[in-house]
Every structure is written in C-alpha cells, then in structure tokens.
C-alpha cells in the first residue's frame, strides 16, 4: 500500500504545479459549481455548528473556503499525506490547523473529531489495478472510522457511467455497503440524488431519528 499512496500523491503534486493553487484543477477538480455541489452534499450529514471536523486528503484547503463562505462555525482540521499540498494550504490559510499524516502508517495521530469528510480522495487510481485501489481505499475508512465520534462522509464515483478513464476508479455500489455493514456500521445513508456521476455515503456511529 505503501507504493500506491506514493503514486497518488505524485499525481496530485504534479497537477498542483500544472495550476493556479487556488483552483479547483490544482486538486483535480473542474468547475467550482461542481466542487461546491460536492460539498453542499457531504455536509448534508449533519450540523457541524460547534462540531471537531476532519477534512481528510485537504489538498489546498477548498473545503475549509466552502465552510467559511456558509459561515459554519466549527473546529477545522486537515489532513493530507503531501507535505507540498499541505505547505500550500497554510500559505491560503495561515491560521488554519493543517497537518501531514499517513493514516495508514501509525504515524501517531489518534486525535478523535465529530465528524471526517473526504471528498475526491478515492476516485483517481492513477492506473494502477481496481483491487489494490479498493483495498487501500477501505484501508483507509477503517482508520478514519476509528476516529469519528459520530460519522464519515464519504463521496465515490459510481461505476454507471457513459464512458471511463484507466486513471480513475469506479466504486462497486454493492461491494460498498457490504464493506460498509461489515466494517463500520449498520446505519448509513447513500445519495445519489444530486447531478455527478458519483454517489456519496453518510456512515453514523449511532441510529438516526426519522424526520
């Protein structure tokens, strides 16, 4: 695993130093209608008012612009594995708390949050085979579940699409909830009602009262 995550952080350093650090490209994004769609979405979990939040793969801290620009009054932390991505997000955020951390190497960070957010992290795979991809991707939720006191929001690329690129990974819907009962919990929500080609999942630590 170690070698796939030094793949996917090459890729992203390249494309921050093909673009504007402050565009949705320089973390492989398009179009700030869509990023911000995303995040209307996964923040659709719950309040974050007053709430500890991990936005884990920050890249440049587009998520911490989005809670700024609601006004969402909350503990903002990010993570990233690039040192290069997380030295830009302090220079855009300079009283930011951004870290570097490997969850996947026990580098000691145990810190507990409300509530993690990843938004983008698993959909490129840079080339490398489908199975290694997804068993990084669910190494990955089983450390961040570790340290989410009441829930994940996770957002995936759905594999029924009209065409598909080697480089990106197209999530098995069903595979997902079985990963999702069996590794972290039974009580989840699944959104595919918004206009992306992806589906994004909300896993809670605990039942949620109907409306």
Known sequence: MDEHTRRIKNRYEQQ???????????????????????????????????????????????????????NVNCEYHG?????????????????????????????????????AFVSG??????????????KWMYAILKELWKRCDKGISVNFMTEHVDWKDDDLYYCDLDDLVEFCVDELSRWFTLRRDYKLWEHTLYVFTEAQQTP
Not at 24 to 39: C, G, I, Q, S, T
Request: hydrophobic fraction near 30%; charged fraction near 30%; include cysteine.
């Open 121 to 134: 992290v698993f959909h490129v795979k840079t080339g490398s085979d489908p199975e290694e991809h997804r």
């Open 79 to 115: 993570w990233d594995i690039s040192e290069t991505m997380i030295k830009t997000a302090k220079d855009r955020h300079p009283n930011a708390n951004f870290s570097t951390v490997n969850v996947l190497n026990d580098d000691g960070n145990s810190e507990a949050f409300d509530y």
């Open 16 to 70: 921050l130093e093909r673009h504007d650090k402050n565009s949705p490209e320089a973390v492989h994004w398009v179009d700030e209608d869509r990023v911000r769609l995303r995040y209307d979405v996964l923040t659709g979990i719950g309040n974050l008012s007053g709430k500890k939040i991990l936005d884990f793969g920050c890249g440049t801290g587009l998520f911490l612009d989005y809670l700024n620009d609601q």
